[in-house]
């Protein structure tokens, strides 16, 4: 009897919350939890929410409160955020929800962090941040970390104390700021492959060994969909793909669509240019086939994990994919477990 592959970097999960056409946002939320408790049955290392403000299309607006339900509902995936926007919070804040996290889940959460703000002046404005909040990033996760090391200019409690590892996502400038304090780099495989290639090799040389860590860690976030055939698992991405059209051609994120709704759409040249470039970065395949490619991608970006995210229209067929891209990856799956 042949073996399952090793895959050879860790695999984990990234749910962004997202709402299905003609579902309430509870709905969604619902679904994350659920999803959760399957991600660790299938032995996934990590489990992640996401933070969108005033998206009518993302349920996932408290990252930190929807970890908390994940985290309750499973009892050893580690469960953490990818990410909570900093410059729309402060960093006691922040330290002191996470501290509360960890002390009720020791050893299970994990700290992912942005620097994007409100996308809309609308949104910016309800959250009390401008533009430029996002310039003082650095010093943002400076202070935040201090809080769990007594640095601060108060006691977080908490959090003081506590390790709770951070990782920071590539926006912008970010994956200087991880490097320069020691930390994780999360960055998104782009369409041009290249260019993360580049962004991860600036990180690695310029990474600064810190309390988070002594060498550079990259974790490659991964749009990824696996089906019987290719045509089905293609299918599972274009949902997705749409709404992140829609987004960008008319600033809003609309719940998920039926794959054939999407396809029968007349799509202006506009329309189909940004689903196009939605699509460019996604894998999709059989096991067979997207198997090696995440394998050939993390040996061209020396990435140390992979995120794995896909939303689609139908819950059932996202939790096929990844179970069939967990058995050809050689993950150990996991008994149920009661919740914590």
Not at 152 to 157: L, S, T
Not at 216 to 226: F, K, M, Q
């Amino acid at each position: 009897m042949t073996s399952l592959p090793v895959f050879p970097a860790q695999l984990s999960v990234l749910d962004r919350s997202l709402v299905r056409d003609g579902e309430h946002p509870s709905g969604a939320l619902r679904e994350t939890v659920e999803f959760a408790r399957a991600a660790e049955e299938l032995g996934f290392l990590r489990f992640w929410v996401s933070e969108h403000h005033a998206v009518p299309g993302i349920a996932g607006s408290a990252p930190t409160v929807l970890a908390a339900a994940v985290a309750s509902a499973t009892s050893r995936i580690r469960v953490g955020t990818g990410g909570v926007m900093l410059p729309n919070h402060q960093p006691l804040v922040v330290a002191e929800q996470f501290g509360v996290l960890e002390s009720l889940h020791p050893g299970r959460i994990d700290m992912g962090l942005g620097r994007s703000v409100g996308f809309t002046d609308g949104v910016r404005k309800a959250l009390r941040v401008g533009k430029d909040a996002a310039d003082g990033f650095s010093g943002q996760v400076a202070e935040l970390l201090g809080y769990f090391h007594g640095a601060g200019p108060v006691r977080a409690r908490p959090a003081e104390g506590l390790r709770v590892p951070a990782f920071v996502l590539a926006v912008g400038s970010a994956q200087a700021v991880a490097a320069e304090h020691g930390l994780p780099l999360v960055i998104g495989l782009s369409r041009d492959e290249a260019r993360t290639a580049e962004a991860v090799d600036a990180y690695r040389a310029a990474f600064r060994p810190g309390p988070g860590g002594a060498e550079p860690y990259v974790v490659l976030a991964v749009n990824a969909a696996v089906a019987a055939t290719a045509r089905q698992a293609e299918l599972l991405q274009i949902p997705e793909a749409w709404s992140t059209a829609v987004s960008r051609t008319r600033g809003s994120f609309v719940p998920l669509q039926p794959a054939e709704s999407v396809l029968a759409r007349e799509m202006t040249a506009k329309e189909r240019t940004a689903y196009e470039e939605a699509r460019a970065s996604q894998l999709h395949g059989t096991p067979d086939e997207v198997l090696p490619r995440l394998e050939a991608v993390v040996r061209r970006t020396r990435a140390d994990e992979v995120l794995l995210t896909l939303n689609t229209y139908d819950p059932r067929e996202r939790l096929d994919s990844y179970r069939l891209l967990a058995r050809a990856a050689g993950l150990t799956p996991a008994p149920a477990a009661a919740a914590s």
